[in-house]
């Protein structure tokens, strides 16, 4: 199985800061890597996909970069909307797996 | 617009048989896609359970293999988890999701998801 490394797990930040999250894969998964948003009770919501592609209706402060096995996520100017669990998954090959997440709340 | 919703018992007792529906509207599934089951539990986080195409071919994580069968109901536009034996470890909220596009079979990421059932193992 590919296992990813999220890190930071949780990270405080201020509105209008620029937050950065890196998702590290266990061996190439080219760029077959999404980024999902999830806040308190709901389901987990598509951001990126193909490593950098941003899903129709995101807002663009949102984006993601990275291949391989490296990966970085980044939200420019933080806004209070944005406080929520953060994770990866690869879909380079099956089983499909997620990262264990990153906690982004206010500073 | 695509949607989905997951139904279910919320309880389920040691040793016996978690089954879960996921209705899917707004599309048939007959058409494609390899619908999948998602869990996520305090203790492992998000994990993939599988995921079947419309022609109910199946493909399921090695963690589950040996509990879990995903079938399909064309005539009724939904797909099913069955996942036998469990344990107070298979607690959690199991989502049913769409993958973006048929292009790549199984290995997708997941563009819809329904809003999740909480399923509590204990006697």
């Known amino acids: 199985d590919i296992q990813m490394t999220q890190s930071p797990s949780a990270l405080s930040a201020s509105i209008g800061d620029r937050v950065t999250i890196t998702c590290q894969a266990s061996?190439?998964?080219?760029?077959?890597l999404s980024w999902y948003q999830q806040k308190p009770g709901k389901a987990p919501k598509l951001l990126i996909y193909?490593?950098?592609d941003l899903e129709t209706g995101v807002p663009s402060r949102f984006s993601g970069s990275g291949s391989g096995t490296d990966f970085i996520f980044t939200i420019s100017s933080l806004q209070t909307e944005d406080i929520a669990t953060y994770y990866c998954q690869q879909y380079d090959s099956v089983p499909l797996t997620f990262g264990g997440g990153t906690k982004v709340d206010i500073k | 617009q695509v949607q989905l919703q997951e139904s279910g018992p919320g309880l389920v007792k040691p040793s016996e048989t978690l089954s879960l529906t996921c209705a899917v509207s707004g599309y048939s599934i007959s058409s494609g896609y390899y619908w999948g089951w998602i869990r996520q539990s305090p203790r492992k986080g998000l994990e993939w359970i599988g995921s079947i195409f419309h022609s109910g071919s199946t493909y399921y994580n090695p963690s589950f293999k040996s509990r879990v069968t995903i079938s399909i109901d064309r005539s009724k536009n939904q797909f099913s988890l069955k996942l036998s034996s469990v344990t107070a470890a298979d607690t959690g909220v199991y989502y049913c999701?769409?993958?973006?596009?048929?292009?790549?079979?199984?290995?997708?990421?997941?563009?819809?998801w329904g809003q999740g059932s909480m399923v509590t193992v204990s006697s």
């Open positions: 061996q190439d998964i080219s760029n077959y």
């Open positions: 999701a769409k993958p973006i596009t048929m292009l790549r079979g199984v290995e997708d990421a997941f563009d819809i």
């Open positions: 193909d490593a950098s």
